[in-house]
């Protein structure tokens, strides 16, 4: 029974660099969610999406950020061009009903 | 607008000593849910409760209670006789539906220090 899978756990990338974060949801689980916790802060909502559709993107910056939930596959997040202020951490959630977090990913831009 | 309030930045406690992290909320929805999440040092965010805003009823699980009171807009959770794995960040979080689209707007969070 494993739960919300993020991959990588750490990723660090140079500024101007592309990021990639991964998430799969826990099995049955059609909706996933993107948040960000940035250092000192709270989580702020970033996206939701279920297969295919991008729900409600209100939370995504307008540039350089972008994410997808394709029929198959994992859920990825996607930053280009990546600045410093960037750096934090990423947490995917999936639900039915609940949402339930994965491990999250670390991003570090140097 | 939804917001949620943690106005407790950090709490230090004792070890055995009762605890409460306060959390206020904003929401013109008259049908919403509220949350608490706890993250340990190791990251993770791990689900407590969901409670919705047609059911007052405090909820108790072993050495962890909450409270909702809708007229003062608070949904505040309590351990009692504390101990050192309970430290942790916790987050109260709000959303106008637990599923299907229901985005969680989260507070600030309280840092819960529990000292032996």
């Known amino acids: 029974n494993a739960g919300v899978m993020q991959n990588p756990r750490h990723l660090v990338r140079r500024r101007g660099q592309e990021a990639r974060l991964r998430c799969s949801p826990m099995k049955g689980h059609s909706h996933v969610y993107w948040y960000r916790q940035l250092p000192e802060e709270g989580l702020k909502f970033m996206v939701y999406l279920q297969k295919e559709n991008i729900i409600d993107e209100s939370g995504m910056p307008k540039e350089r950020f972008s994410a997808e939930f394709p029929k198959e596959g994992p859920s990825i997040l996607r930053i280009q061009q990546v600045v410093r202020g960037d750096s934090a951490a990423y947490f995917c959630?999936?639900?039915?009903?609940?949402?339930?977090f994965g491990p999250g990913t670390r991003l570090t831009v140097l | 607008a939804q917001k949620v309030t943690q106005a407790q930045t950090e709490i230090s406690v004792v070890e055995k000593e009762d605890v409460t992290l306060d959390c206020v909320y904003e929401?013109?929805?008259?049908?919403?849910?509220l949350f608490w999440y706890k993250q340990p040092p190791s990251g993770e965010l791990v689900f407590l409760i969901r409670?919705?805003?047609?059911?007052?009823q405090n909820e108790i699980s072993g050495r962890y209670s909450w409270n909702f009171q809708k007229s003062t807009s608070s949904f505040n959770f309590t351990i009692t006789a504390s101990q050192v794995v309970d430290s942790a960040v916790y987050f109260c979080a709000l959303s106008e539906r637990y599923n299907q689209g229901g985005k969680l707007i989260f507070g600030q969070g309280t840092e819960l220090s529990v000292k032996p």
């Open positions: 959630a999936s639900s039915q009903n609940e949402q339930f």
């Open positions: 409670r919705n805003s047609f059911d007052e």
């Open positions: 929401t013109r929805d008259t049908t919403y849910y």
